[in-house]
């Protein structure tokens, strides 16, 4: 079954470290992102990447770090500078970043800071 | 810059009635895409629909319908009968032309649907 994966879950960090959240996808798509949802409040888009090699900052890069080595994964670090990183994070691909490719989404990763 | 609206942030309905969701967007350009989304409990988001600035025709699909009215700048989004499974958080976003590359996500409306 194609689809996105991402891992864990569930996630607790400790104030101070740093966190990698993972994504995986195997439908072939060339574009990859993540956003961060907070509670009450929309997906805003942390980064994105167009192909392998390749990615741009979105709205709220500040504090994170992504690679995209692979054109199947794209995780994402959040760094010890990212001020309140405890929100639901959703990475998505698409075939292309044209406007009119909808994207696809993965079940997404609940980080909580202790 | 661009902006989208669901000024409603929670609603609850018996089964089988009929409900609307609202979303109003902002944008100055004359090309975009409006989506909507739903997020289950789960926290996956489901692509539900995608409309053009040039479509206005209205869309049935189902139980589900969507009114784009670009004079108003809506793009409401109706549940007819609905279910308990309908019970989620729905997403409206918009897309611009050229080489602009992301969704811009209202704060999203949760819908209770009581059996």
């Known amino acids: 079954d194609g689809g996105i994966t991402q891992s864990p879950k569930y996630l607790f960090r400790k104030e101070g470290q740093n966190v990698t959240l993972s994504c995986e996808q195997n439908l072939n798509h060339d574009a990859m992102y993540w956003y961060r949802q907070d509670p009450g409040q929309g997906l805003r888009l942390i980064y994105y990447s167009q192909i392998v090699n390749d990615f741009q900052k979105g709205d709220i890069a500040e504090g994170y770090s992504v690679s995209r080595e692979k054109k199947e994964s794209f995780p994402l670090t959040v760094t010890s500078a990212q001020k309140n990183p405890t929100a639901f994070y959703l990475c998505?691909?698409?075939?292309?970043?044209?406007?009119?490719?909808?994207?696809?989404f993965g079940p997404g990763t609940r980080l909580t800071v202790l | 810059a661009q902006k989208v609206t669901q000024a409603q942030t929670e609603i609850s309905v018996v089964e089988k009635e009929d409900v609307t969701l609202d979303c109003v967007y902002e944008t100055r350009d004359t090309t975009y895409y409006l989506f909507w989304y739903k997020q289950p409990p789960s926290g996956e988001l489901v692509f539900l629909i995608r409309r053009n600035s040039f479509d206005e025709q209205n869309e049935i699909s189902g139980r589900y319908s969507w009114n784009f009215q670009k004079s108003t700048s809506s793009f409401n989004f109706t549940i007819t009968a609905s279910q308990v499974v309908d019970s989620a958080v729905y997403f409206c976003?918009?897309?611009?032309?050229?080489?602009?590359?992301?969704?811009?996500f209202g704060s999203g409306t949760q819908l209770t649907v009581l059996p």
């Open positions: 976003a918009l897309s611009l032309g050229g080489s602009a590359r992301q969704l811009t």
């Open positions: 998505a691909s698409s075939t292309g970043t044209g406007v009119y490719n909808e994207q696809f």
